[in-house]
């Protein structure tokens, strides 16, 4: 399009998960994302330097205190309004996911949220959410998700269940808009798809101990088979810190076939070269998945149909969804792989990945 201005003004609060490296690249690849368009104005949220150093992108304005922060955006976004220039001031949202209930302390917290959010709305900051995952609620979280969507100015979700889900839970402006991991590059050209010599699990412990069983059998059967059919050697690594003790618990129960090397506190550089030398990749981690297809690799998902919607809806919508491993059947196999698969995966990127930049264009220019 090329109606859209490069003069906007973002405001981000870069507060979130920070051991998770999944959150660091889309968020990363956000601010990516808007820099080409104007000004980006970072609150670091408490986040460690190491984590600020590895999300900014070089263009931000950095606040180290919240309430100068908030200062910044309220006096821009009153100097825009009274001014009536065409600069454009939005606040973008942490992309993630929103399902569950509340406790009280979660209910104050959501209140004070949606306050903001409404003197943001009256002084015409443009509020946004690019690829976030909704549901399911319960009716509290829902009436809270419906408050806010009032001042949000485009809200959107990553899987089509996700759009339907927040549509029929009365958030009436839902989109759709692409996981931000779509946006990442190979750290390695199209040759590293060929020669792969070990496998790569990765998994996340849930609160449900039949859900965790279920996946501790299943992960067994896997490993066996995957030794069979000669995938290599084992390999496991943990993308997000708190995977660590669980994923040493799963290396000792495979323990008696042959682990490569257990990666613990790899770097993000590393952990893309784990990924692109991986044959194949088991997980129930959405951004392992991702950015594992993205750097070379056939990836699984074992999941929990039911409790995993994320993973199942946006396998779904890749035209992927032969590859899940539900953990509540009878492991019947490893799923089969389309000989076409490497090309479909590039044409996955590179669909979502112009879906995500001209739609990002559209909301500027709209």
């Not at 690829?131 to 979700?157: D, V």
């Amino acid at each position: 399009m090329t109606n859209v201005g490069r003069d906007n003004i973002f405001y981000f609060n870069a507060n979130t998960q920070h051991q998770n490296y999944g959150d660091l690249v889309i968020n990363r690849e956000l601010l990516l994302l808007a820099q080409s368009y104007g000004k980006i104005n970072l609150f670091r949220g408490g986040m460690p330097k190491k984590y600020i150093d590895a999300v900014c992108v070089g263009s931000e304005k950095i606040h180290n205190n919240f309430y100068i922060f908030v200062w910044d955006i309220l006096i821009t976004a009153f100097m825009c309004k009274v001014s009536k220039s065409n600069r454009k001031v939005y606040f973008l949202l942490n992309p993630g996911g929103f399902s569950g209930g509340l406790s009280f302390k979660s209910w104050i917290k959501q209140l004070v949220i949606i306050l903001q959010y409404s003197v943001l709305y009256i002084l015409g900051v443009r509020i946004i959410r690019l690829g976030a995952s909704f549901g399911p609620f319960s009716k509290g979280r829902a009436y809270i998700e419906r408050l806010k969507n009032k001042f949000i100015y485009w809200n959107s979700a990553r899987d089509s269940d996700s759009v339907s889900y927040g549509i029929e839970n009365g958030l009436v402006n839902m989109h759709f808009f692409p996981d931000l991991a779509f946006l990442t590059k190979p750290v390695a050209s199209g040759d590293s798809y060929i020669s792969k010599e070990y496998f790569l699990m990765s998994f996340r412990c849930e609160e449900s101990e039949s859900y965790n069983l279920n996946l501790k059998e299943v992960v067994a059967k896997i490993s066996s088979a995957a030794y069979s059919e000669n995938f290599g050697k084992c390999v496991f690594t943990s993308q997000v810190l708190f995977d660590v003790e669980w994923n040493i618990q799963l290396v000792e129960l495979v323990k008696r076939n042959n682990i490569e090397a257990c990666y613990e506190n790899c770097s993000e550089d590393e952990l893309m070269g784990v990924y692109s030398g991986a044959l194949a990749v088991f997980s129930n981690r959405l951004h392992v998945l991702l950015f594992a297809m993205r750097q070379g690799a056939k990836v699984f998902p074992v999941v929990d149909i039911y409790k995993n919607k994320k993973i199942v809806g946006i396998f779904k919508d890749i035209g992927l969804s032969d590859m899940i491993i539900d953990i509540n059947k009878p492991f019947d196999g490893i799923p089969n792989v389309s000989p076409g698969y490497y090309d479909i995966v590039k044409t996955i990127f590179n669909r979502n990945s112009v879906s995500a930049v001209s739609t990002f264009e559209g909301i500027l220019s709209s």
